[in-house]
């Protein structure tokens, strides 16, 4: 087991070095996933888009959808607004938004790997769609102006990010008053051990660095949204946990993740000054 220590750009580091090799070994006819199997097998990202949402998009933007579930299905993006996608990997959730937000609006994706970005850009030239901008940057320094966005999506990132604190501000900060965050992630429902939550390995698989629900509240809260909500999608069984962390843990792992580690919708918002 590689253990996380205090280091913040060293978690960070081997996180992009994972998903920098998941894009490589796409471009070069492979798959990806988010846990430890290949990406068919993957509970975490297997069947998360309908067929209708994935004609015209290429097989790669399909391939590359690392996430845990739909941002897109489960929140309301209307023509002309401005969304930002956190940590968008191959662009699928940056491309849906952008079909749904339409030619008056943008999406823009974040992420911090030139080979992700490379192939985003990639899927977004193959689909055809032009009210997109991929960015190069972290999810904890946004490369946007303050008050710039209506909404903020992300798929299963920000459980990756060792500063999570940072993430919710910076969130905070880009959104508009009255914006709108809605992300998918994997949340933990009951506390874990400390040697789980140190393990590198499923740091990087969408596990170790997972909140809780009440330290997703508590970090939102602090960061000045409301209205936050947090809306289980899946609780992931033994089998779902033996598959996600047998390639890199012990049974005493996967005892200890039985029913307690989901996907989840959360929502919050940006309060509009002066509202009562």
Not at 39 to 56: F, H, N, Q, S
Not at 61 to 68: E, N
Not at 254 to 275: D, Q
């Amino acid at each position: 087991m590689t253990a996380v220590n205090n280091n913040k750009d060293e978690v960070r580091e081997y996180i992009r070095e994972k998903y920098a090799t998941i894009a490589r070994q796409i471009v070069q006819g492979g798959s990806g996933c988010c846990g430890s199997g290949t990406r068919g097998d993957d509970p975490i990202t297997r069947d998360l888009y309908t067929v209708d949402e994935a004609a015209g998009l290429p097989e790669e933007t399909i391939l590359a959808s690392l996430g845990c579930g739909n941002p897109t299905a489960l929140i309301e993006l209307k023509p002309g607004e401005t969304v930002l996608d956190l940590g968008s990997g191959g662009g699928i959730d940056v491309l849906l938004s952008a079909r749904r937000v339409g030619p008056t609006g943008k999406a823009y994706g974040l992420d911090m790997a030139d080979e992700m970005l490379a192939l985003a850009r990639e899927n977004q030239k193959k689909a055809g769609i032009e009210n997109v901008e991929f960015l190069k940057g972290t999810i904890e320094n946004i490369p946007l102006p303050d008050n710039s966005l209506n909404i903020i999506i992300s798929n299963c990132v920000i459980n990756l990010s060792p500063d999570k604190d940072q993430v919710f501000r910076e969130a905070f900060r880009v959104l508009r008053p009255g914006g709108r965050l809605a992300v998918s992630d994997v949340v933990f429902h009951k506390p874990v051990s400390e040697t789980l939550r140190r393990n590198l390995e499923l740091w990087a698989g969408c596990v170790a660095g997972a909140l809780s629900e009440e330290e997703y509240r508590m970090k939102l809260t602090a960061a000045g949204f409301g209205d936050i909500t947090i809306t289980p999608t899946r609780i992931y069984t033994q089998e779902d946990v033996t598959g996600i962390v047998s390639a890199c843990c012990s049974g005493s792992v996967e005892a200890e993740l039985e029913g307690v580690l989901m996907s989840a919708f959360i929502r919050a918002s940006k309060p509009v000054i002066g509202a009562r």
